[in-house]
């Protein structure tokens, strides 16, 4: 089984312990799981990718029955389906998306985590539970020193990046296509997530998306020039 990556040249962990207890309803919840689905991963999922990304995806939390079943982020959901498709589209997958981690995919330049490493109930994670995962978060960006752009999909993600990096709120305002300048950093590039509620609705389309990555393409090859 291919396992997630990340890289190792920082002080610190850029992933919780597997057994990690900063949030004791996540904890709870993730371990309540055990017994009724002794197969699935159920612990902290690792950010996955290429140690060498120039992209970093951020999304929320781990989904109960995609990320925390299957240990890898976003894989085993309809998210996971639309992400892995438009990553391929664009360059940054070798081979083929199949909604488990033992698929033998692997992502090229890019890597992806998300903002609160546990399944939160209901998919709902609270302020305090997101600001206890955020080192994570900060050593994660951190780390990757070809960083150039950042996406973050949803309003929580976006906010959770912008405090990891300790800048302001309100100088850079989540907006759906939106490119942030950030000071001596990457670019920080806004999508709607990629769930399935929002797509059901129409607030995301395979075709907004798919310009969001267009977005993102032209950051990566305008950096490279």
Same mark, same amino acid.
């Given at each position: 089984m291919?396992?997630?990556?990340?890289?190792?040249?920082?002080?610190?962990? @850029?992933d919780?312990?597997?057994?990690c207890d900063r949030c004791?309803?996540l904890r709870?919840?993730?371990v309540s799981?055990?017994?009724p689905?002794p @197969?699935?991963?159920?612990?902290?999922?690792?950010?996955? +990718?290429?140690p060498?990304a120039?992209l970093?995806?951020?999304?929320?939390?781990?989904?109960?029955?995609?990320?925390?079943?299957t240990? #890898?982020?976003? @894989?085993?959901d309809?998210a996971g389906?639309?992400l892995?498709?438009?990553? /391929?589209k664009?360059?940054?997958?070798? +081979?083929?998306?199949?909604? #488990?981690?033992?698929?033998?995919?692997?992502?090229?330049g890019a890597?992806?985590t998300? *903002?609160?490493r546990?399944?939160?109930?209901q998919?709902?994670?609270?302020?305090?539970e997101? *600001?206890?995962? #955020?080192?994570?978060?900060?050593?994660?960006?951190?780390?990757?020193?070809?960083?150039?752009?950042?996406l973050?999909? /949803?309003?929580?993600? &976006?906010?959770?990046?912008?405090? *990891?990096l300790s800048?302001?709120?309100?100088?850079?305002?989540?907006t759906?296509g939106g490119?942030?300048?950030l000071?001596?950093?990457p670019i920080?590039?806004?999508?709607? &997530?990629?769930?399935?509620?929002?797509?059901?609705?129409? #607030?995301?389309?395979?075709?907004?998306?798919?310009?969001?990555?267009?977005?993102? *393409?032209?950051v990566?090859?305008?950096g490279?020039?």
């Amino acid at each position: 089984m291919s396992k997630p990556s990340a890289p190792s040249n920082l002080k610190g962990p @850029t992933d919780p312990h597997p057994e990690c207890d900063r949030c004791e309803r996540l904890r709870a919840f993730v371990v309540s799981w055990r017994d009724p689905e002794p @197969t699935w991963h159920n612990q902290p999922v690792r950010t996955f +990718g290429d140690p060498e990304a120039q992209l970093l995806i951020v999304g929320l939390a781990p989904g109960l029955k995609g990320a925390n079943r299957t240990g #890898r982020p976003f @894989t085993g959901d309809y998210a996971g389906d639309l992400l892995y498709e438009t990553l /391929g589209k664009y360059g940054f997958t070798d +081979g083929q998306y199949d909604r #488990r981690p033992d698929d033998g995919l692997q992502l090229k330049g890019a890597a992806i985590t998300n *903002a609160v490493r546990c399944v939160p109930p209901q998919n709902k994670p609270t302020g305090a539970e997101i *600001a206890n995962c #955020r080192p994570f978060l900060s050593a994660t960006i951190a780390a990757y020193q070809d960083l150039k752009c950042i996406l973050a999909l /949803g309003r929580i993600a &976006h906010e959770s990046v912008l405090r *990891a990096l300790s800048l302001r709120l309100k100088e850079y305002p989540f907006t759906h296509g939106g490119l942030h300048d950030l000071p001596d950093g990457p670019i920080l590039a806004d999508s709607y &997530h990629c769930s399935r509620y929002n797509t059901n609705t129409g #607030r995301l389309t395979p075709e907004m998306f798919d310009q969001v990555f267009a977005g993102i *393409a032209s950051v990566l090859n305008n950096g490279s020039e």
